[in-house]
């Protein structure tokens, strides 16, 4: 595909996130979006979604083969998008992350950064603290 159209695509998809539109989201990507594509700051599509909590527009992205462990670069949106949902509590987005084999103790900023478990606890978002607990995430046992 074109860089001008897949451009055009990586827009509109990102249009739809911000609105909460999956129905549009669907379409972009059916269109042939790259669901890993970044913005012009670097922030990806998944952690645009994850942080905002648009679950079910995080399960298309995921479905349409975006890594649910790539880490957004974008300014004020980097980290991990477990690490961003994580961070508001968004748990059934949290859940979804899981289900697409998100890891829950990845640490963002290339594994140097917060987990999501940290993340969760600092919100706090007990809920959300627990499904990564239960899917694995260990607590951090050093001051973040």
């Known amino acids: 595909m074109k860089q001008r159209q897949q451009k055009k695509l990586s827009r509109h998809l990102f249009e739809a996130i911000l ?4 129905a549009r989201a669907r379409t972009v ?6 669901p890993e594509r970044g913005d012009g700051e670097g ?4 952690y645009e979604a994850a942080v905002s909590g648009r679950t079910e527009i995080v399960r298309l992205l995921l479905e349409a083969g975006a890594s649910p462990d790539a880490e957004s670069s974008g300014v004020g949106a980097e980290g991990t998008p477990l690490c961003a949902a994580a961070c508001w509590g968004h748990a059934e987005t949290v859940r979804e ?9 990845l640490r963002e900023d290339h594994g140097a950064g917060r ?6 606890n600092a ?3 007990p ?16 001051t973040v």
């Open 127 to 142: 809920e959300t603290a627990a499904l990564l607990i239960a899917a694995g995430a260990a607590p951090r046992t050093e």
């Open 19 to 22: 609105l909460g539109d999956a």
């Open 123 to 125: 919100g706090p978002h």
């Open 97 to 105: 992350l899981l289900a697409h084999g998100a890891d829950p103790g």
């Open 115 to 120: 987990s999501p478990l940290d993340w969760a």
């Open 43 to 46: 922030t990806l599509p998944l």
């Open 29 to 34: 990507l059916r269109a042939g979006a790259d």
